[in-house]
């Protein structure tokens, strides 16, 4: 099957970054930037503070609205928390799962990873779920092991026909934030031994239809030759995505 029949999708996640008035200026840059730019979706994901702005600022625009979170039980006593219908309401479309830094500073596990992304679909927010190897674990040779863990534990109780409107990122931890970039070749391989894993469990056809990203350190120079490779069908962008001329350039490699 052609690469071309899947969407790419590039996506910003902008982290714990940008207050309300800097969102306002941030996109008034970006969305003329982007405009009519159809090759590939352009999500930003954004503090949730921040979504009302972005949801209204977006409207009518080609640019979607996305959160980095969310919790899994529909409401009650869970101070700090949002749940999906909440982000639905407001007018996400999408959500980061299972970010490494969400697994790493906050002990999110593959079990609430699962139960998470089984909320976002119930409520009809897609869901960017990350999976991605520590580098000690690249160094030990189990990342294929390790990222096709984090994907079946996520997708427990999924169905084919659900899990067609998945993305998956896959960030290496080591890449992120680094400056340190996989190779194109590594982005590719891994990202095919994910959709393989997506294959064994819900066959073929929807492995071949599942949009995966790529995420860690992708930049303007990088972005082209990641993009380029089969199995990399977008990227989810952090530092990058803070600065409109960068992220519509990989926008634009992504055309
Ligand atoms: P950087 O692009 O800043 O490396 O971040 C990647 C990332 O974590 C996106 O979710």
Redesign the pocket.
Known sequence: MNKNVRKAVIAG?W?MNMTPSETKKLLSELIPMVEGKTGCDVVVCVPFVDIDTAVAMTKGTNVKVGAQNVHFEKNGAFTGEISADMLKECGAEYV?IG???RRQYFGETDVTVNLRLKAALAAGLTPIL?VGELLDERDRDVTAEVVAMQTKIALLDVSAEDAKKVIV?Y?PVW????GRTATAEQADEVCGIIRSVLAAKYGADVAEAVTIQY?????PGNAAELLSKYHVDGG??????LKASDFTAIVDAAQ
């Open positions: 996640n982290k980061v970010h490494s830094e990350c990122a960030e890449a992120i934030g680094t995420g860690g350190s992708m930049k989810l962008i952090g530092g990058a995505s």
